[in-house]
């Protein structure tokens, strides 16, 4: 994995380019209630940014114990500021590679959580199926695995996988224009369409990296679905969330 090529790297460009997004809700909501249903005792996420999901995660199942993995330094000290701040002891911050399996307990984990951070696992695509391979054989038995995440068929045309990508991106512009509207005055419209202008622009990065397979690298759900069950995790949960290419797979050993 790539530190460099991911969407944000501060806890201000998440909320701006993110955090804020109706997407990025509706997949944390959805999270949270699964996590609920499941109501593990140990729980790891992987790719967990600046904690902002295994935090809420962390207030809502106080007896459940997290660890919030993610390769970038900067953004686990971040969590760790953060939980400490709001006195969650139940959640700790490690910094690592989440294709590095044998650095984590999985022989005693309930959950394993990706949300928004299987597509940065590096090309070739068998590199995907054998991180999910590897994490079934170290999953205890009943475990739960749930990967949220934008899926687009690699095989596809690359108009057609760039059309995608710009309609999953440049739809959060206008979250950031109304996130950013804090009045009807022409400085404070101003603002919010210099925001939605600069969301724009940013996030064209990760249109062209997601085409060119520049350190976002897409699957298609189908792939994710029949990659799953031959390994032999039963897919419990395979639902889109969103008119666009969001979904939430759920998945159990």
């Known amino acids: 994995m790539e530190k460099d090529k991911f969407l944000f790297n501060s806890d201000e460009e998440f909320e701006f380019f993110i955090g804020h997004t109706q997407a990025y809700v509706n997949m944390q909501n959805e999270i949270s209630k699964v996590v609920k249903f499941a109501h593990p005792e140990y729980l790891i996420e992987f790719g967990s940014g600046s904690g902002q999901t295994s935090i809420r995660l962390a207030k809502e199942n106080p007896r459940t114990s997290i660890v919030a993995v ?8 971040i969590g760790k500021d953060k939980s400490k701040k709001n006195r969650i002891k139940n959640v700790t911050f490690v910094n690592g590679d989440l294709t590095k399996l044998d650095n984590y307990n999985l022989k005693n984990c309930n959950l394993v959580l990706l949300a928004y951070s299987f597509k940065y696992i590096q090309d070739p695509i ?11 054989k170290r999953m205890q038995k009943g475990a739960y695995l749930v990967i949220g995440d934008t899926f687009i068929d690699p095989k596809a045309p690359k108009a057609e996988i760039r059309q995608k990508i710009q309609d999953r991106y440049y739809d959060s512009s206008k979250d950031a224009f ?22 724009r622009e940013h996030t064209a990065e990760q249109v062209e990296r997601g085409v060119n397979r ?9 792939w994710l679905r029949e990659s799953a069950e031959k390994i032999g995790f039963k897919v419990v949960l395979g639902e889109r969330l969103d008119s666009l290419s969001d979904m939430l797979f759920v998945m159990v050993k």
């Not at 993610?70 to 000290?77: H, V």
């Not at 520049?214 to 189908?222: L, M």
């Open 178 to 199: 109304w996130n950013n509207l804090n009045g009807l005055t022409d400085e404070d419209v101003k603002y919010a369409l210099e925001a939605q202008a600069l969301n």
């Open 214 to 222: 520049d350190g976002v690298y897409y699957v298609s759900r189908e």
């Open 70 to 77: 993610d390769l970038r330094e900067k953004m686990t000290g």
């Open 126 to 136: 068998e590199t995907k199926f054998e991180f999910l391979s590897n994490l079934y």
